[in-house]
């Protein structure tokens, strides 16, 4: 007899596709842990299916003729079908681009401001040592006033 899916709200029928729980202790477990919202009966575990819709592309080996669930393959639930998954994936992509958009940006700020920090510093070596020179010229100017006043 083919059962429906065991996951909550799941919009599947009987003749969807669907997976018998592992028979591996561990792997049974990670699934079991990953459907909790089921609350699944452990000792009727070998009736219940997961239909293919709380697997990924990626659980299945590649057999084009036979979609054959790999070992490693854990459901997930969604409270929706895969269909809005893959938007959401692609939303968190999309935001992901922009960060890095935004990322790069901020970078190149930096090393323009780091451009213009270096002109600041070397403005202010150039006017410190225009300073410099005044001074110099100033005392000289100082001394030349004093050596041709009369002494008293
Ligand atoms: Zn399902």
């Known amino acids: 007899?083919?059962?429906?899916?065991?996951?909550?709200?799941?919009?599947?029928?009987?003749?969807?596709?669907?997976?018998?729980f592992p028979k591996e202790k561990q792997r049974q477990e990670e699934w079991l842990d990953v459907l909790k919202e089921a609350n699944?009966?452990?000792?009727?575990?070998?009736?219940l299916r997961v239909c293919y819709k709380?697997?990924?592309e990626n659980d299945y080996t590649c057999?084009?003729?036979?979609?054959?669930?790999?070992s490693t393959a854990i459901p997930f639930i969604k409270k929706h079908d895969p269909q809005i998954y893959c938007e959401e994936q692609q939303q968190n992509?999309?935001?992901l681009i922009q960060l890095e958009r935004h990322e790069?940006?901020?970078?190149?700020?930096?090393?323009?401001?780091?451009?213009h920090s270096e002109e600041i510093l070397q403005t202010r070596l150039t006017m410190e040592q225009n300073i410099k020179k005044i001074?110099?010229?100033?005392?000289?100017?100082i001394k030349a006033t004093c050596?041709?006043?009369?002494?008293?």
């Open 135 to 141: 001074q110099e010229q100033l005392d000289e100017h």
């Open 104 to 115: 790069a940006e901020i970078f190149k700020n930096q090393e323009v401001l780091s451009l």
């Open 40 to 47: 699944i009966n452990v000792n009727e575990i070998h009736k």
């Open 54 to 56: 709380h697997f990924v």
């Open 93 to 95: 992509n999309d935001v």
């Open 63 to 70: 057999n084009p003729r036979l979609r054959i669930l790999k």
């Open 1 to 20: 007899m083919v059962r429906k899916c065991c996951v909550p709200e799941c919009s599947s029928t009987p003749t969807t596709p669907s997976h018998k």
């Open 147 to 152: 050596k041709s006043r009369p002494e008293l």
